[in-house]
C-alpha cells in the first residue's frame, strides 16, 4: 500500500472529531462524484467516489451515507480493492455507530480490523478506535478504555496527523474521569493540556480543561473546577466554537 494512501487513511482519525461533518465538499464536486457514478463504470474510481459521498452525507443525510458506504464495500470486495473496502468500511462502521446502529458499526468495525491486522497493520488504530466509539456510545467506559488503551500503544499513534494523537490522550483522560479514576484522567487531561498549548491546538486545550473541571467539581474543589472550566472556555473561543 503506498505511503500517502496509509497517510490518508490515517487521517481519517484525525477528521473524525466533534467538528462535525467529517468530510465538507462543495457542491460542484458532489455532483461530479454523482455524475462519475451515472457512467456505470465498475472500477476502483468508482469506489472511491461511493466513499466520498458516503463520508460526505454522514451528518447531513446518514442514510443516504450507509448507502454510499454499503455500494461501495461491495464494489471494492468484487473488484478485490483491498484499500478500498477498509475505507468503505470505515466510513459505514462512523455513521452506523453515530446514528445508533451500534451492531452494524461493531461489525463494520471488527471487519476492517481483521483486514487491517492481515494486510495493513498501520490502519489497525483507525479500527481500534471506531471500536472505541461504539462502546464510548454504549456507555460502556471499561470496555472502550481497553481498545483506547490499544489505540495509545499502537506506535502508528506518532504518525497521526493534525490532533489525532491528543485525541486519543483527551478521550482516555475522559474515560478515566467517567470510571472515577481522577488521577488518571488529570495525568492525560494535563499531558494534553500541556502539548496541545504548545503546538496550537486550541480545541485540545479546551476539552482537556473540561476534563480537569469536571474532575475538580466531583472532587469538590470548586475554585481550581472554576479555573479549568473558565480556560476551557477561552481556549474554545478561539476556534469558535461555543459549545463549552
Known amino acids: 500500500m503506498p505511503n500517502t494512501l496509509i497517510k490518508i487513511a490515517l487521517l481519517f482519525l484525525a477528521s473524525y472529531t466533534v467538528f462535525g461533518q467529517p468530510l465538507s465538499l462543495p457542491e460542484s464536486e458532489v455532483k461530479k462524484l454523482k455524475q462519475n457514478l451515472e457512467v456505470g463504470s465498475e472500477d476502483t474510481n468508482s469506489v472511491i467516489s461511493l466513499w466520498r459521498l458516503a463520508r460526505y452525507h454522514t451528518m447531513t443525510a446518514p442514510h443516504q451515507a450507509v448507502i454510499y458506504a ?20 470505515q466510513a459505514l462502521s462512523f455513521v452506523s455507530t453515530i446514528t445508533g446502529d451500534w451492531q452494524n458499526g461493531m461489525q463494520s468495525a471488527y471487519d476492517g480490523l481483521q483486514i487491517s491486522q492481515a494486510k495493513y497493520p498501520k490502519l489497525e488504530i483507525v479500527f481500534y ?9 454504549q456507555q460502556d467506559s471499561k470496555h472502550r478504555l481497553e481498545w483506547l488503551l490499544k489505540a495509545k500503544n499502537d506506535p502508528e499513534i506518532e504518525s497521526l496527523p493534525n490532533n489525532g494523537k491528543w485525541l486519543i490522550y483527551h478521550n482516555l483522560g475522559e474515560v478515566y474521569e467517567n470510571l472515577n479514576k481522577f488521577d488518571l484522567a488529570i ?3 494535563k499531558i494534553v493540556d500541556t502539548n496541545c498549548r504548545r503546538l496550537n491546538i486550541p480545541i485540545e486545550v479546551s476539552y482537556a480543561n473540561a476534563i480537569m473541571g469536571r474532575v475538580e467539581k466531583k472532587r469538590k474543589n470548586f475554585p481550581q473546577a472554576l479555573n479549568y472550566l473558565r480556560t476551557a472556555i477561552s481556549f474554545s473561543n478561539k476556534f469558535g466554537n461555543p459549545f463549552f
Open 129 to 137: 478506535n471506531l471500536i472505541a466509539l461504539v462502546y464510548e456510545k
Open 70 to 89: 454499503t455500494e461501495s464495500i461491495k464494489l471494492a470486495r468484487k473488484l478485490d480493492y483491498t484499500y478500498g473496502e477498509l475505507v468503505s468500511l
Open 187 to 189: 495525568y492525560y487531561a
